[in-house]
């Protein structure tokens, strides 16, 4: 019985210890509490509302759409994928402000389908006609309809001084046939002809190249 009872004293002083508490070696250790991540006090960045479309600029689009569908196969064209706008011609180059407004305008109808004395995006646009337009839609201003009638009312320019927003002119024969707008680069945007959208076109086009006539600056009044 002696034996038992200090077998019991032994076990009891390896559980408890000499200070009568819970001995380390069974103690349990409680996990250290991990502190809830202090919420940000910064906001929320707020986005900032999107610029207002001009409710004409995606009529070029649908314009185009209906005009690939119904003319796809006419005179050899296929769909062709949605235009790309040059960075040349999204970023002003060295030129009057009013200039690149007209441009980047006229950048928007790229694909826009040609109608003989059209005026607007929502049934497509002649040469004149295009020019035309843009002029009331950009700067509110109502210019004369025809090539001959634009060239009296610009100031000349010659073709090595051209800036972005000038009017370039065509013919034969002393006849003015086309008008376009110079968006830099020797290049210039327009309503070409029946059968061909909205366009950019180099001045040295096979076709053009030897029609160029005259160019003039319309400013904005």
């Known amino acids: 019985m002696a034996l038992r009872n200090r077998i019991l004293v032994l076990a009891a002083l390896a559980l408890f210890g000499t200070a009568g508490v819970l001995s380390p070696a069974f103690a349990q250790v409680k996990a250290p509490q991990v502190k809830a991540a ?93 020019v035309y337009y843009l002029y009331g839609a950009v700067f509110g201003q109502k210019i004369p309809r025809m090539p001959h009638e634009m060239v009296r009312e610009g100031t000349p320019v010659a073709r090595g001084d051209l800036q972005r927003g000038d009017l370039v002119l065509f013919g034969h024969r002393g006849t003015f046939t086309h008008i376009g707008i110079y968006a830099g680069n020797d290049q210039f945007v327009h309503a070409t002809q029946r059968g061909s959208p909205v366009r950019v076109t180099h001045l040295d086009s096979d076709y053009f190249r030897t029609r160029y006539m005259t160019a003039v600056r319309l400013s904005p009044q």
């Open 38 to 130: 202090t919420k940000s006090k910064l906001k929320p960045a707020v986005p900032r509302p999107a610029a207002k479309a001009d409710p004409t600029d995606n009529v070029a689009d649908q314009l185009n759409a209906k005009w690939q569908q119904d003319n796809g196969a006419y005179a050899g064209f296929t769909t062709a994928a949605p235009a790309v706008v040059q960075a040349s011609f999204a970023t002003p180059a060295v030129a009057n402000e009013w200039g690149d407004r007209l441009v980047s305008r006229a950048m928007n109808y790229l694909g826009t389908p040609y109608r003989y004395g059209g005026t607007s995006p929502k049934t497509g646009f002649d040469c004149s006609g295009f």
